[in-house]
């Protein structure tokens, strides 16, 4: 047979147990090589982590349907989702890569290095990258399998010593050890907790907000209306709905953060610290924020109490005056640091609205998981054209120049929130008693208010809801309307009206391109008398 082969190759044909424990061997070599880069990337940037590297490789590149899919069918487990996905490919790719080793143990070792080659690659082409040393825990988690993977199939390639059966004890003695000793190593790793991540946890734990210059105007005491199952006034921060396409939520050390403002109109780029933010007049406001991705009757939506300062009057100290008076620059674009770009109209944000760069929220620092230290917020625009979290500069262009990251993917450039209603209670396909029921939610059409919210039962008349008292234009409003509910089946559908007194429209369409419009509607079964 083939001489150069058996001259380096152990004298034997490999059996089917012998295929089998191969294609294990490379499941537990992919195994051990994702554990030494999870270790090493704790050590380093937990973001440089091939599977959070690669994730972020193909949620940049993912189309936006696709994505939209995934919102829908997985919420906010897309990223749980995503992540299982390539493991997945990946464990699958690995008994492939066994196999291969069993032909040849070169080939199959160069298999496991390409793939560390694919993830480093994909670690040091990240936005958020700004090292060489994002490529270490791919290559050296590839290093380990690779050899690992060698060392096995040598195992089943080697005949035990008199006889002409493989070493599958070796085989699985190196495999546990290595898989055990790579798994308490990840655990260790990550129980000691990433030093980055640690400052900024320190960080967060040690800052103390300033009082507002400006408080928030106390809510009224009708804004809440006593409705069991209605959405509360005020989201609190652990309910708040959370959308970015981080798969590693960002942890800023605050005593590091500067935020850099620059670009057309800025008369001289600046840098500025936490601290000196902190420093200036802070207002506080209760806002609604909205996600574009959210359909009608969906939860990407939610009310806070935001601590920030006016990012209208850090502007015109910059020297920057909007497009109405002349200035060269119609787009803001806020970058953050893993390298998502949000761009927003520099008109809205400088027309007297409370355009913040926030850093608390419901009354304690912005939550990792919402921006810490600083993110934008500005009343009346979708979240993905307004709402930088994380943010660390602030750049004066032209739409014409810069399409920030979602308009490429499909998503309009400018989007104003459009007016929703929604209907909290009772929950879809619910069985209420015959009698009254309360049917109730909230409404909203930032910076323009809800005048008006109208309810209809089946084919009925319209019919005026009651409004909570109406905090400000730049919050939801919930509504009540008691329905004298009688037994059978029933569609309650919901309409409101903005403070411009335009209706929304009953035609339903979807989040793209620049979010969904049409009436809520939900059916319930009231129970026979
Ligand atoms: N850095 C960063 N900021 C971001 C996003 C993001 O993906 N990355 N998503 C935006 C979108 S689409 C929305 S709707 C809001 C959501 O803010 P929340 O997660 O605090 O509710 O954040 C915005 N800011
Ligand atoms: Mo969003």
New binding site residues.
């Given amino acids: 047979m083939n001489v150069t082969r058996t001259a380096r190759e152990p004298h034997r044909e490999p059996t089917r147990t012998d295929r089998l424990l191969a294609a294990l061997g490379g499941l537990v070599s992919a195994y051990v090589s994702l554990a030494v880069a999870d270790l090493v990337a704790s050590r380093v940037r937990p973001e440089a982590g091939p599977v959070p590297a690669v994730g972020g490789a193909v949620v940049d590149r993912t189309p936006a349907v696709l994505k939209e899919w995934a919102i829908r069918s997985f919420g906010e487990s897309d990223k749980t989702v995503l992540q299982l996905g390539i493991l997945l490919l990946l464990g699958s790719l690995a008994l492939g890569v066994g196999l291969l080793a069993l032909r040849s143990r070169l080939l199959g070792a160069a298999a496991v290095a390409a793939f560390g080659v694919l993830g480093a690659l994909a670690a040091v082409t990240r936005p958020d990258s700004d090292s060489a040393v994002d490529a270490v825990p791919s290559l050296a988690g590839a290093a380990a399998g690779a050899l690992l993977l060698y060392v096995l199939t040598g195992r089943l390639l080697t005949p035990r010593p008199g006889t002409d059966r493989a070493d599958r004890r070796g085989f699985l003695i190196v495999a546990a050890s290595t898989g055990l000793a790579a798994t308490g190593a990840a655990a260790l790793g990550r129980a000691v907790g990433t030093p980055v991540q640690e400052n900024a946890a320190a960080s967060r734990a040690a800052l103390r907000l300033p009082r507002p210059a400006s408080a928030a105007p106390a809510v009224p005491p009708g804004a809440q209306l006593p409705v069991p199952g209605i959405s509360p006034f005020v989201t609190p921060n652990r309910d ?7 798969l590693i939520v ?1 942890k800023v050390d605050a005593g590091r953060w500067r935020l850099r403002l620059h670009g057309m109109g800025v008369r001289e780029e600046r840098f500025l610290t936490l601290r000196e933010l902190m420093a200036r007049p802070a207002v506080e406001r209760d806002i609604t ?5 959210n359909e009608v009757g969906g939860p ?1 939506v ?1 009310n806070a109490r935001w601590l920030g300062v006016p990012l209208a009057a850090l502007l015109r100290e910059a020297g920057v005056r909007p497009p109405s008076e002349g200035g060269p620059a119609d787009q803001l674009v806020a970058r ?3 390298g ?1 770009t ?1 761009g927003t109209p520099v008109e809205a944000v400088m027309d007297g609205r409370d355009a913040l760069l926030a850093f608390g929220m419901n009354g304690e620092p912005l939550p990792f ?3 810490f230290p600083v ?1 934008m917020v500005v009343p009346g625009l ?3 054209v ?6 660390e500069s602030i750049e004066l262009t032209t739409f014409d120049a810069y399409d920030a ?2 308009v490429p993917r499909g998503w309009a450039a400018q989007a104003p929130v459009k007016t929703q209603s929604r209907i909290d209670t009772p929950r879809p396909f619910a069985h209420p008693a015959p009698g009254t029921v309360m049917v109730a939610g909230v409404a909203w059409a930032q910076h323009r208010g809800i005048r008006r919210v109208e309810v209809r039962i089946d084919d009925g008349p319209w019919q005026d809801a009651r409004l909570a008292a109406q905090d400000s234009t730049d919050t939801w409003r919930q509504w009540v309307h008691p329905w004298a509910a009688t037994p059978g089946r029933h569609t309650l559908t919901v309409r409101a009206t903005d403070g411009t007194g335009t209706t929304q429209p009953e035609r339903r369409t979807g989040t793209m391109p620049d979010g969904a419009q049409g009436w809520h509607t939900v059916e319930v079964t009231v129970a026979g008398a």
Avoid at 240 to 246: I, L, M, P, S
Avoid at 386 to 391: E, G, P
């Fill in positions: 708040f709905y959370r959308v970015d396409t981080a960002p924020l909205a996600c574009v991705s990407y939610g953050s640091v893993d998502m949000i998981t919402h921006g993110r979708y979240g993905y307004s709402a930088c979290k994380w943010i990251y979602w």
